[in-house]
């Protein structure tokens, strides 16, 4: 139980364009996912934390304008790249929580790795 | 602010011997310290996780322990097979959130 499927696994996009990454929450209801950020041989950052229904809470130095989220109900979340340039290739993973109740073990999707050209 | 450290950063160990990583984390609200692998290209996938009011857990080759008045948690995988070989991150998470401070991870290499 509580799998949470990220697609696409990989995205190549030219510069100026958008990307949308799903984030699927396949055995379970979440009410909260999070969006992350990797790079190469580093730790995980988050980006923003995800409320169905409502408007994300974005980390301090991500911009919300161009890291669009959207989750519009209990089992899928997506994040839009707008305007991708090359410095946003990199490592994104969402994950969630199948416990309502905080201090739960959070699941990771797969990832989406994208890469801007 | 919040920070985990977590040593070492790389980690190599000979087939069936025992590997350790330890992490210190700075919130003393921290009540949550999971524990997660991550094979290339994957995501991370949690192994084992403790809460603070338990010192020890294990789960079959895999242990935690955690001393709080230390502030320090870590991961003991004994009998390492080359499967192990992966990165390791540490987390702790400050009580009443989601949100997860993560260590900066161990890559362990198993040697066959």
């Known amino acids: 139980g509580a799998v949470v499927s990220q697609h696409p696994s990989r995205v190549i996009c030219k510069s100026g364009t958008s990307v949308k990454i799903e984030c699927r929450s396949l055995?379970?209801?979440?009410?909260?996912m999070f969006w992350y950020r990797q790079f190469p041989k580093k730790s995980l950052m988050l980006m923003a934390t995800?409320?169905?229904?409502?408007?994300?809470?974005?980390e301090q130095g991500v911009e919300k304008d161009k890291f669009l989220i959207n989750h519009a109900s209990l089992t899928l979340s997506t994040l839009t790249v707008t305007s991708a340039h090359p410095e946003d290739s990199s490592f994104y993973i969402c994950?969630?929580?199948?416990?309502?109740?905080?201090?739960?073990?959070?699941?990771f999707g797969n990832g989406t790795r994208l890469t801007v050209t | 602010g919040e920070n985990v450290e977590q040593h070492p950063s790389t980690l190599s160990v000979q087939e069936g011997d025992s590997a350790v990583i330890k992490c210190t984390y700075s919130?003393?609200?921290?009540?949550?310290f999971p524990w997660y692998k991550q094979e290339l290209g994957k995501g991370p996938q949690l192994i084992i996780d403790?809460?603070?009011?338990?010192g020890e857990k294990k789960d079959q080759r895999i242990a935690v322990t955690l001393n709080k008045t230390a502030k320090h948690f870590s991961l003991h995988i004994t009998e390492t097979q080359p499967e192990d070989s992966a990165v390791y991150f540490c987390?702790?998470?400050?009580?009443?959130?989601?949100?997860?401070?993560f260590g900066t991870g161990t890559r362990l290499k198993v040697l066959a």
């Open positions: 403790i809460r603070s009011n338990v």
């Open positions: 055995d379970f209801q979440a009410t909260t």
């Open positions: 987390a702790a998470s400050h009580s009443g959130t989601y949100k997860y401070i």
């Open positions: 994950s969630a929580s199948a416990d309502s109740a905080t201090n739960s073990p959070l699941h």
């Open positions: 919130d003393s609200a921290s009540n949550y």
């Open positions: 995800s409320n169905e229904g409502s408007k994300a809470t974005y």
